[in-house]
């Protein structure tokens, strides 16, 4: 049976799944992945981010990522032992938004790695930038100012890129990295996403950044996936000529360079272009047909679904990507997800059980008590600078109602902020991390008032990466096959898990959506006191 194989660069670890396809037999071979944190100690990041001063500013290392690429491929070549000569085709997930800037020294040098020595001793010299800014910075509110002026306006420019200028975004990144530096933005030769720069360290050349990924950039024109010469001259000089083109997302990029067949004896298997993690994340939890929605809970906790048509969110907080299927996925990210929860958990002295067991013990709707997350600056709704967590009706000190206020927090406003994409939930498939926890997919369930249901595999991006890898080898070779096949067997829920909603809990959250509303506007300066909503809420179940 033909292997393909999927790899993930998240913000946190490095992950690989191989599943092995014919006709409708269909296996996960093996699931992999290293931290980096743990795994590579020696550039000293923290939860997969380099440390900084500023708590605006978010790094990681291009050089981090290239050597965890390497030591996952020798992972993978270990694993499939005799199955090596297998692999078909290779794909890939990156977390979204984030660059690498390289020198024009690169072309020639990614095409002569030599096998005989790592990856990481070869590429330091090709980065005219050591460091790549990633989603999670939020240092370039002024960089938006300017684009958005621009462009004519937040409207204008959701409406040809499908979101509002953001913080994280690839296009005020480089704006900012032009204005701090303009010497090493003139040295760059090259500008990737992430995904696109692990795509050419495996084909040995430059690959084009993918369309869904390309999305998240501010830079791109979504109705004809083409960079938009208005959003590169609103962004930085000569911008055009410093990025790679947008290809297909089933397009082949190329085969494995030398360097990882003579290094590792992997056949010439294709390599097919990278996407986001949330792109690969709609294939690999099935999403592949309109009405259905996904919520991943990584360090981000997002909720998408594909759509045919698009229109922008008119709040601006949420976003429009190009869908891997050559469709396009609405998307609300909240960047205190995985990192909150943690931060309650470790607050209060708990471990997972013990968060678990917290969530057990407190009541649907925690008598009123709430918690608006912000402990790092937030993307939705948009809290750039200074936000801060705020308690309302909620003692500090008491550990389990801080744990269900940051879990009920979290979920109702991934509800309330992704209404503009008028999607009737009924059933969620729940991933990432977090998913793994019966109570949080609860209270999600109840949030929602839908089914939620975990899916088999957990990494659902990397496992997107790999279908995506098998769909585009299959249509390379004159195969084409539908995207409900191409998924068959891998994205089914896993049986007799997840959670129904309680429906009388269901009705106290579409209460306490109003009361948590009004606490996100009193936390953002633009509403009044929430206090008299708290107390109607809290006399209405007082005996909850
Ligand atoms: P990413 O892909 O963004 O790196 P993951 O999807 O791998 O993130 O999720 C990692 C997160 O999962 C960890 O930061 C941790 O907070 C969370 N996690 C792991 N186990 C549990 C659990 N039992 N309950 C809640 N959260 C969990
Ligand atoms: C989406 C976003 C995050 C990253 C990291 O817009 O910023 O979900 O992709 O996972």
């Not at 050089?63 to 996952?72: K, P």
């Not at 692990?198 to 501010?218: C, Q, R, W």
């Not at 744990?403 to 729940?430: C, D, F, K, N």
């Not at 996100?520 to 509403?527: I, K, L």
Request: neutral net charge; charged residues 20%; contains cysteine.
């Amino acid at each position: 049976m033909p292997v393909y194989l999927g790899l993930d660069c998240s913000t946190q670890s490095f992950s690989a799944i191989a599943i092995a396809v014919e006709g409708s037999r269909r296996e996960v071979l093996f699931e992999r992945s290293v931290g980096f944190d743990e795994y590579f100690p020696q550039y000293g990041t923290r939860d997969g981010v380099l440390p900084s001063g500023d708590p605006l500013v978010a790094r990681s290392s291009p050089l981090l990522w290239a050597e965890a690429l390497d030591r996952m491929m020798e992972i993978v070549a270990r694993d499939l032992r005799n199955d090596r000569s297998r692999l078909a085709a290779i794909s890939g997930s990156a977390q979204q938004h984030g660059s690498v800037y390289i020198g024009a020294q690169a072309t020639a040098l990614l095409a002569a790695l030599d096998p005989g020595r790592p990856l990481v001793a070869q590429v330091p010299g090709i980065f005219s930038r050591p460091d790549a800014p990633i989603w999670l910075d939020a240092s370039t509110t002024p960089q938006c100012t300017a684009i958005t002026q621009a462009m004519g306006g937040e409207v204008a420019l959701a409406r040809l890129a499908g979101s509002r200028a953001c913080e994280r975004f690839t296009g005020p990144q480089i704006r900012k990295f032009f204005e701090d530096d303009p010497g090493a933005y003139a040295r760059t030769d090259k500008i990737h996403l992430v995904s696109s720069f692990l795509a050419s360290l495996l084909a040995g050349a430059h690959a084009p950044v993918e369309p869904g990924d390309g999305a998240g950039t501010n830079l791109m024109d979504l109705a004809s996936g083409c960079w938009s010469p208005a959003a590169l001259d609103a962004t930085a000089p000569g911008l055009a000529a410093k990025l790679p083109g947008i290809g297909a997302s089933w397009a082949v990029v190329g085969t494995l360079a030398p360097y990882w067949m003579r290094r590792y004896g992997f056949p010439p298997a294709r390599v097919v272009a990278w996407s986001g993690d949330n792109p690969c994340s709609l294939i690999g939890t099935g999403q592949v047909r309109e009405g259905g929605v996904t919520i991943s809970l990584g360090t981000s906790d997002t909720l998408f679904g594909l759509r045919r048509t698009w229109q922008p969110d008119p709040s601006g907080a949420g976003h429009v990507f190009g869908a891997p299927t050559g469709d396009y996925m609405t998307l609300v990210c909240c960047r205190n997800g995985s990192l909150a929860r943690e931060r309650v958990r470790e607050e209060h002295g708990l471990d997972w059980p013990g968060f678990s067991r917290a969530l057990r013990g407190t009541p649907p709707g925690n008598g009123g008590a709430i918690l608006v997350p912000w402990f790092e600056p937030e993307v939705t709704p948009s809290v750039p600078v200074g936000g801060g967590a705020r308690r309302y009706a909620l003692d500090p000190a008491d550990g389990p109602a801080n744990v269900r206020a940051v879990v009920e927090a979290q979920m109702m406003a991934l509800a309330i902020h992704s209404r503009w994409m008028r999607i009737r939930v009924e059933t969620i498939h729940a991933t990432g991390g977090a998913a793994a926890n019966r109570e949080i997919l609860q209270v999600m369930a109840n949030v929602h008032s839908a089914a939620v249901r975990p899916l088999k595999v957990g990494n659902s991006a990397c496992l997107g990466a790999a279908l995506r890898a098998y769909h585009a080898a299959e249509l390379a070779a004159g195969r084409p096959i539908p995207w409900d096949l191409v998924v068959a067997g891998f994205t089914d829920p896993a049986p007799g898990e997840g959670a129904a909603p309680v429906p009388a809990h269901a009705a106290r959250y579409a209460e306490l959506m109003t009361v948590y509303s009004a606490c996100e506007s009193h936390a953002r300066g633009t509403g009044g006191d929430p206090a008299p909503l708290i107390d109607a809420f809290r006399r209405r179940f007082r005996r909850a």
